[in-house]
């Protein structure tokens, strides 16, 4: 089976982010960044089937600024073979990014794409689903379990009530949930080697896909911000708080 | 100018996010609530009791809610609606943006405020910041969070229209592994209890359930809590688990991670408990109490039964 997993560059998910003072967006200047935790736990699972002798090729995907290489040289030092990063300036919307993402799967014929489910900058959670939609594939969302089952696979998923499990053909699309895998880290000869690996540069705007947003973003603005309140010295004196809001929930 | 709502069930009974999603989706237009379900009957009478509903349209079928099916039935349905809405739970988040893709529109998900028929919050970056976005396409998909709205109150009588068989599914249904709970349900409920990893062990854990059944309360956990084996997945509550706004939360030994935060920051009142006084959730609880878990929580559990608080 042949794999495309795709990934994306975001703020470091430990960085604690400032809204810009105009409202224009989240500071991203001289901030640090890093792959999107969830594209990592899509990328070990290509990984796992390719050790399992699942997989004969992963190719790695990006869509975004050039500095995108950075999150392609990590997935190649995890392992991937080859890596495509298709460079677009601003901001591109998932609508454009699964759209580009389609026609990618045209020329590569993947037996499989990996996503990871959201991404940590946006929250979306829309790309797997909707290149499932356009490409009119199966999709397993929120995975946290790939198993190879006969011709296609099947995959437990993170749902309301707890795990359902299913099985579908392929080609199909698996986005990850983080209880997928514990990803690796890449130690320094494969980040060495990942720098010998093929990795394609090409414009986005060479698809032919309109890349203009349908959204317009009016504003972007800091949450309402909570302060702390009082301290409570003993169990009884907090039980009796707990007690007495209890009681007015009680009375609505 | 009408709004087309898939409702939330589970096991043949309506979902409370559901109330919750009408009242939201009313401020857009007259709402038609679909029901999709093996035995759509009992719960497309539950649906038509919600007020602001118009009319409740109820198919038999898709077990399971299989994406592919139930995109393709949405797609039949959409001509005529100004809007298609669901809740940003499992189903709606799996199936809305395949239909965005097959009906090319951008999405808005999870959505907190409608400001109106085509301008929306929706929160980014685990909720520390919230973005407005206004959309000029003639249709808008949209998910919404259940726990931003109050339920729509009930009393209503809808007319309910029976629809014709449902799409097929190429997805084939394996098996089910259920959190079996007599708690309330954790994204709607009145009060949460959650729990951090530092319980250490599922059966420590049972004291965050002990405490969670004397106040009538769901429990929630941290992603730590839940990746050691300490809870079940479908507790998790934070930026890649549930979102919940409860009246009280009330924070076991979590430290506040800026993940977990992101899904409680709709929660009307934190109270924490930490032995860290510098823990993060300590900074923005509006009660705190430092101390040992292990022994204010067997001791808060107590002193509740004894000022017989009964839920």
């Not at chain 1, 890093?34 to 090729?57: D, Q």
């Not at chain 2, 729509?152 to 229209?161: C, K, L, Q, R």
């Given at each position: 089976m042949k794999i495309l997993v795709a990934v994306k560059r975001v703020v470091d998910h430990n960085v604690r982010i400032r809204v810009r003072a105009d409202g224009t967006g989240v500071e991203t200047d001289n901030v640090r960044m890093s792959m999107n935790p969830f594209c990592r736990h899509a990328v070990e699972a290509a990984m796992r089937l390719a050790e399992a002798g699942a997989a004969t090729e992963i190719v790695v995907v990006s869509i975004g600024p050039k500095q995108s290489n950075d999150v392609i040289l990590t997935a190649l030092a995890m392992g991937a073979h080859r890596g495509i990063l298709l460079e677009a300036e601003g901001r591109v919307e998932t609508l454009t990014v699964a759209k580009l993402l389609g026609a990618v799967v045209a020329e590569e014929k993947p037996d499989l794409v990996l996503l990871g489910?959201?991404?940590?900058?946006?929250?979306?959670?829309?790309v797997g689903q909707m290149l499932a939609g356009l490409l009119g594939w199966p999709q397993a969302t929120f995975a946290s379990e790939i198993k190879v089952a006969g011709a296609g696979l099947e995959v437990t998923r993170e749902v309301d009530f707890g795990r359902t499990t299913v099985q579908i053909a392929l080609p199909a699309i698996v986005t990850a949930d983080l209880r997928l895998n514990e990803p690796r880290n890449a130690g320094l000869p494969m980040v060495m080697k990942a720098r010998q690996k093929p990795l394609a540069v090409r414009p986005a705007a060479e698809f032919g896909i309109d890349l203009t947003p349908r959204l317009t973003v009016e504003r972007v603005s800091p949450p309402a911000e909570r302060v702390a309140g009082a301290k409570v010295a003993t169990v009884p004196e907090l039980a009796k708080l707990i007690a007495a809001d209890v009681a007015e929930l009680e009375a609505l | 100018m009408t709004v087309l709502v898939l409702a939330e069930h589970d096991l043949g009974v309506l979902g409370a996010a559901t109330a919750r999603i009408v009242a939201a989706a009313s401020k857009l237009g007259p709402v038609d609530l679909l029901v999709v379900a093996p035995d759509a009957a009992p719960i497309a009478e539950e649906a038509a009791s919600i007020a602001r509903v118009a009319k409740v349209l109820a198919i038999s079928g898709l077990a399971h809610a299989p994406s592919d099916a139930l995109t393709d039935l949405l797609a039949d349905l959409a001509n005529g609606y100004t809007h298609i809405v669901a809740a940003a739970a499992a189903v709606g988040r799996d199936v809305i943006p395949r239909l965005a893709a097959k009906l090319d529109l951008m999405p808005v998900t999870d959505v907190i405020a409608i400001h109106s028929a085509t301008r929306f919050d929706r929160p980014i970056y685990a909720g520390n910041a919230i973005e407005t976005v206004s959309s000029g396409q003639a249709q808008n998909l949209l998910t919404i969070r259940a726990s931003a709205f109050r339920p729509a109150a009930g009393g209503g009588s809808a007319p309910i229209e029976t629809l014709g068989a449902a799409p097929a599914s190429h997805q084939t249904f394996v098996s089910d592994s259920r959190t079996e709970?007599?708690?309330?349900?954790?994204?709607?409920?009145?009060i949460v209890v959650g729990g951090g990893v530092s319980f250490g062990s599922a059966e420590k854990f049972a004291l965050v359930e002990g405490l969670a059944r004397t106040l009538g309360a769901a429990v929630g956990a941290t992603r730590a809590a839940v990746d050691a084996g300490y809870?079940?997945?479908?507790w998790q509550v934070g930026q890649t688990g549930k979102i919940i706004a409860p009246d009280i939360y009330i924070a076991l030994g979590i430290s506040g991670a800026l993940q977990h935060l992101a899904g409680i920051q709709g929660a009307k009142k934190i109270i924490a408990v930490n032995s860290?006084?510098?823990?993060?959730i300590m900074k923005i609880a509006d009660l705190a109490l430092v101390g040992d878990i292990f022994e204010v929580v067997p001791a808060l559990t107590a002193e509740l039964q004894k000022l017989g608080l009964k839920r």
């Amino acid at each position: 089976m042949k794999i495309l997993v795709a990934v994306k560059r975001v703020v470091d998910h430990n960085v604690r982010i400032r809204v810009r003072a105009d409202g224009t967006g989240v500071e991203t200047d001289n901030v640090r960044m890093s792959m999107n935790p969830f594209c990592r736990h899509a990328v070990e699972a290509a990984m796992r089937l390719a050790e399992a002798g699942a997989a004969t090729e992963i190719v790695v995907v990006s869509i975004g600024p050039k500095q995108s290489n950075d999150v392609i040289l990590t997935a190649l030092a995890m392992g991937a073979h080859r890596g495509i990063l298709l460079e677009a300036e601003g901001r591109v919307e998932t609508l454009t990014v699964a759209k580009l993402l389609g026609a990618v799967v045209a020329e590569e014929k993947p037996d499989l794409v990996l996503l990871g489910k959201q991404s940590v900058d946006d929250d979306s959670n829309h790309v797997g689903q909707m290149l499932a939609g356009l490409l009119g594939w199966p999709q397993a969302t929120f995975a946290s379990e790939i198993k190879v089952a006969g011709a296609g696979l099947e995959v437990t998923r993170e749902v309301d009530f707890g795990r359902t499990t299913v099985q579908i053909a392929l080609p199909a699309i698996v986005t990850a949930d983080l209880r997928l895998n514990e990803p690796r880290n890449a130690g320094l000869p494969m980040v060495m080697k990942a720098r010998q690996k093929p990795l394609a540069v090409r414009p986005a705007a060479e698809f032919g896909i309109d890349l203009t947003p349908r959204l317009t973003v009016e504003r972007v603005s800091p949450p309402a911000e909570r302060v702390a309140g009082a301290k409570v010295a003993t169990v009884p004196e907090l039980a009796k708080l707990i007690a007495a809001d209890v009681a007015e929930l009680e009375a609505l | 100018m009408t709004v087309l709502v898939l409702a939330e069930h589970d096991l043949g009974v309506l979902g409370a996010a559901t109330a919750r999603i009408v009242a939201a989706a009313s401020k857009l237009g007259p709402v038609d609530l679909l029901v999709v379900a093996p035995d759509a009957a009992p719960i497309a009478e539950e649906a038509a009791s919600i007020a602001r509903v118009a009319k409740v349209l109820a198919i038999s079928g898709l077990a399971h809610a299989p994406s592919d099916a139930l995109t393709d039935l949405l797609a039949d349905l959409a001509n005529g609606y100004t809007h298609i809405v669901a809740a940003a739970a499992a189903v709606g988040r799996d199936v809305i943006p395949r239909l965005a893709a097959k009906l090319d529109l951008m999405p808005v998900t999870d959505v907190i405020a409608i400001h109106s028929a085509t301008r929306f919050d929706r929160p980014i970056y685990a909720g520390n910041a919230i973005e407005t976005v206004s959309s000029g396409q003639a249709q808008n998909l949209l998910t919404i969070r259940a726990s931003a709205f109050r339920p729509a109150a009930g009393g209503g009588s809808a007319p309910i229209e029976t629809l014709g068989a449902a799409p097929a599914s190429h997805q084939t249904f394996v098996s089910d592994s259920r959190t079996e709970s007599e708690l309330p349900e954790l994204s709607t409920a009145q009060i949460v209890v959650g729990g951090g990893v530092s319980f250490g062990s599922a059966e420590k854990f049972a004291l965050v359930e002990g405490l969670a059944r004397t106040l009538g309360a769901a429990v929630g956990a941290t992603r730590a809590a839940v990746d050691a084996g300490y809870a079940p997945n479908d507790w998790q509550v934070g930026q890649t688990g549930k979102i919940i706004a409860p009246d009280i939360y009330i924070a076991l030994g979590i430290s506040g991670a800026l993940q977990h935060l992101a899904g409680i920051q709709g929660a009307k009142k934190i109270i924490a408990v930490n032995s860290d006084p510098e823990a993060p959730i300590m900074k923005i609880a509006d009660l705190a109490l430092v101390g040992d878990i292990f022994e204010v929580v067997p001791a808060l559990t107590a002193e509740l039964q004894k000022l017989g608080l009964k839920r």
